[in-house]
């Protein structure tokens, strides 16, 4: 048995590189619950879950009592290939994120009491929420990066409350937000006039461009895209129409548990064609808050072992972006479904 094989196998249905089975074997090593091994694995959820497949009829790997292992003979394979088991060197105090909370302990503790109220995660807009903490390590990063106080801040998308944060900061010029879902629009609404709060709310759906008023009028950009390809760009060629111009910032999440660095390039590719440069990608910045339809999302029926996640296990990457250039005229339309395309794994 040869890695390459494997690659060839997969690669039939999936982007997938031998560095890729390469990291889900030491995942093995290192991990034998289902979750974990996802989380450190790194690729698409739906790409493990066709290896596993592969791997599985060559007896490489095994599932017992809930657990997933290599066999011996799997282990085997893993050692020729001199793999070994995930070494992890993250800094303790600041979980990798390279920023913390410190200081901002009045925003923290009033944004906690408000989230205990927030609507609940719903599978008709794909959505699922980070930690409180993350949400406000956001709105810490884009203040430390100068794109908070005094700016015109837009939230596209807001299940993770970002706008209630920043607006609780008291330092941003503009806070609006648009999202497609009532309950999370009234529940922003309602907060934002109980805590004087100042947010614009409003209702769109990212599938067609933005209304006129809110092209080229704001700073920043934050938003926490759907992870298909059509649906990445629906949301950051919104996002960009958004922004004024050169030196405008935009934030967004980017995972590996539903997206290749094959998408990963494709995003990249077409961020800089429109105008702008990436300037941050700090690695599993957020972290999600296991939503309540994990056994209905759409990998459930692929995975290995069917077990509900009890610790975080999906994260992304938060991306930030400045403008050199204009990002150009936003006119398409993305029709129907864009949540789905074959790396989707939670919608
Ligand atoms: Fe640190």
């Known amino acids: ?18 560095r890729d089975i390469r990291r889900i074997l030491s995942a093995l090593m290192t991990s034998d619950d289902i979750w974990e091994v996802i989380d450190l694995a790194d690729v698409p959820v739906m790409a493990l879950c066709e290896v596993w497949k592969a791997l599985e009829e060559k007896g490489l790997v095994e599932v017992s009592d809930k657990r997933v292992s290599l066999t011996a003979k799997g282990l085997e394979l893993a050692r020729s290939y001199k793999i070994s088991p995930i070494r992890s060197f993250t800094c303790k105090l600041c979980e990798g994120r390279g920023i913390t909370l410190a200081g901002l302990e009045k925003v923290e503790k009033r944004f906690k009491e408000i989230a205990k109220n927030r609507p609940e995660a719903i599978q008709d807009y794909d959505q699922g929420y980070i930690l409180e903490d993350v949400t406000l390590l956001r709105v810490a990063l884009m203040w430390q990066k100068g794109d908070l106080q005094g700016r015109e801040l837009l939230v596209l998308g807001d299940d993770d409350l970002v706008s209630i944060a920043a607006g609780l900061t008291g330092v941003a010029a503009r806070v609006t937000v648009l999202d497609i879902d009532d309950r999370l629009l009234e529940f922003i609404q309602d907060v934002s006039e109980q805590e004087k709060l100042g947010i614009e709310v409003i209702k769109h759906d990212l599938r067609y461009p933005l209304p006129e008023n809110l092209q080229r009028a704001f700073d920043t950009f934050i938003t926490d895209p759907t992870e298909s390809l059509r649906g990445l760009k629906a949301f950051l060629g919104r996002s960009l129409s958004a922004l004024k111009g050169p030196g405008s910032a935009g934030y967004f999440g980017l ?46 029926e692929f995975l290995p072992v069917k077990t509900i996640p009890k610790r975080v296990w999906y994260r992304s990457a938060q991306y930030r972006l400045e403008l050199l250039g204009e990002p150009g005229p936003d006119t398409e339309i993305y029709s129907g479904d864009i949540f789905f395309d074959e790396e989707t794994a939670t919608a």
């Open 1 to 18: 048995m040869e890695l390459h094989n494997l690659v060839e196998k997969v690669s039939k249905k999936f982007f997938i590189t031998e």
């Open 255 to 300: 995972t590996r548990r539903e997206a290749s660095l094959q998408k990963w390039q494709a995003i990249q590719r077409f961020l800089l064609e429109r105008g702008a440069v990436i300037t941050d990608i700090l690695d599993d910045f957020n972290a999600y808050v296991n939503w309540p339809y994990i056994e209905t999302m759409c990998s459930w």
